[in-house]
T-cell receptor, first 113, second 113 residues
Framework: AQSVTQLGSHVSVSEGALVLLRCNYS??????LFWYVQYPNQGLQLLLK????ATLVKGINGFEAEFKKSETSFHLTKPSAHMSDAAEYFC???????????WGAGTKLIIKP | DSGVTQTPKHLITATGQRVTLRCSPR?????VYWYQQSLDQGLQFLIQ???????AKGNILERFSAQQFPDLHSELNLSSLELGDSALYFC????????????FGPGTRLTVL
């Protein structure tokens, strides 16, 4: 069965530093891939998605992610962290021909001043 | 504001009871999804409806049921409630399938005492 692994339940970076949140999926056929963000006490919001166009996907708030088929990865990056980026980030996949999102466990991003 | 509304925001009830959670999708969206978020199990997809028909089923217990009405709003019914059903329940909507951006409501926090 398809699964999603997010490495690190908590990631801490200094303000202005690079943000790197890792996501790996388990599938021989590349699925559709998503990153969602959840701010405290709020619902989730789509950051970006990969649906088999360009492998480097740009999203909102300066985030981007690169799909690497050989590594079955879809890591999320942002060149310079801002205090407002503190939130929980979820990677999710939809297998092709399927209708449900399969979620990673989430990574809490902590920004140090 | 995602445009998805959920009521009620909070619900406190006792074990063995039955509750109904309500969701109104964004204008123009035909698909509605229900998710459960808990500390133990993370985010779990429960069920998806598309234009009134059930399209996909995830980890939804038999004690839970849902429906989507002709006006496209949806209800999630939870019965014979157990302590372990305490969680945040999110509704999301999209134009059609899960590859489309899903817009999440603010959630209903259910506490079973």
């Amino acid at each position: 069965a398809q699964s999603v692994t997010q490495l690190g339940s908590h990631v801490s970076v200094s303000e202005g530093a690079l943000v790197l949140l890792r996501c790996n999926y388990s599938s021989s056929v590349p699925p559709y891939l998503f990153w969602y963000v959840q701010y405290p006490n709020q619902g989730l919001q789509l950051l970006l998605k990969y649906t088999s166009a360009a492998t480097l996907v740009k999203g909102i708030n300066g985030f981007e992610a690169e799909f690497k088929k050989s590594e079955t990865s879809f890591h999320l990056t942002k060149p310079s962290a801002h205090m407002s980026d503190a939130a929980e980030y979820f990677c999710a996949v939809t297998p092709r021909g399927n209708y449900q999102l399969i979620w990673g466990a989430g990574t809490k991003l902590i920004i140090k001043p | 504001d995602s445009g998805v509304t959920q009521t009620p925001k909070h619900l406190i009830t006792a074990t063995g009871q039955r509750v109904t959670l309500r969701c109104s999708p964004r204008s123009g969206d035909l698909s509605v999804y229900w998710y459960q978020q808990s500390l133990d199990q993370g985010l779990q997809f429960l069920i998806q409806y598309y234009n009134g028909e059930e399209r996909a089923k995830g980890n939804i217990l038999e004690r839970f049921s849902a429906q989507q009405f002709p006006d496209l709003h949806s209800e999630l019914n939870l019965s014979s409630l157990e302590l372990g059903d305490s969680a945040l329940y999110f509704c999301a909507s999209s134009v059609a399938g899960p590859v489309d951006t899903q817009y999440f409501g603010p959630g209903t926090r259910l506490t079973v005492l």
